[in-house]
């Protein structure tokens, strides 16, 4: 991989783990999680310290990926919601795409509330795979660990997954074991309804 830290002032742009590329283009996000790293004291996730003071251009992010045929996945990723900055992520993922990259978006599922209108036709040809953060059985449960910004954030991520069947072939929801009130066994439902598949996470574990 190209020195990505040298790219953008020394930060993490892309980093490898798991035989795959992850790019982290924002710290910003629609959520404000009790578990995230970054409201618990820390911006590192493994060996990787993920705080930006500038975000990524496009160019920087194709170019601290690399050769994307060497990855398994690129992943858009980081301590932050990648759709917050869409055109980025949609532009970044059609190049490399284009490259031969296998590309997976990981995401709260709020773009389309966040960006006032359905987002999901724009993923179709560029996004191969979803990981939807469910994190939760219900809205209480979910606005507790989550403290979304924006009213009515767990149906519109529900809704989201729904819409984004239609255009994104590979669907996770997934939902973190050993929170409080968090049923994973509710959640794996959730998903069953949705079409979807489900993977259950063990908090620290990126990827
Ligand atoms: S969505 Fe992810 S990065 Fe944002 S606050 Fe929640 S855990 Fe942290």
Not at 94 to 120: K, P, W
Not at 171 to 181: E, W
Request: hydrophobic residues 40%.
């Amino acid at each position: 991989m190209i020195d990505a830290a040298a790219l953008a002032g020394r930060e993490t742009v892309a980093y490898r783990l798991h035989g795959n590329c992850y790019l982290n283009l924002t710290q910003r996000c629609t959520l404000r999680c009790r578990f995230c790293p970054k409201f618990n004291g820390t911006w590192r996730v493994k060996d990787f310290d993920l705080r930006l003071h500038r975000e990524p251009s496009v160019e920087q992010l194709i170019a601290a990926a690399g050769d994307p045929r060497r990855y398994r996945e690129v992943v858009f990723c980081g301590l932050g919601e990648p759709t917050l900055r869409l055109p980025t992520v949609l532009a970044v993922a059609g190049r490399l795409r284009a490259e031969g990259a296998r590309i997976r978006l990981n995401t709260d599922g709020l773009a389309s509330l966040t960006h006032g209108s359905d987002v999901t036709p724009e993923l179709a040809g560029r996004i191969d795979a979803l990981s939807v953060s469910l994190n939760a059985q219900n809205p209480e449960v979910y606005n507790r660990h989550c403290r979304p910004k924006l009213p009515g954030a767990y149906a519109a991520m529900l809704e989201f997954v729904r819409r984004a069947r239609r255009f994104v072939p590979d669907i996770t929801v997934t939902a973190i074991d050993g929170l409080a009130g968090v049923d994973i066994a509710a959640c794996a439902e959730i998903a069953d309804r949705l079409g979807v598949n489900f993977r259950r996470r063990v908090l620290d574990n990126v990827g």
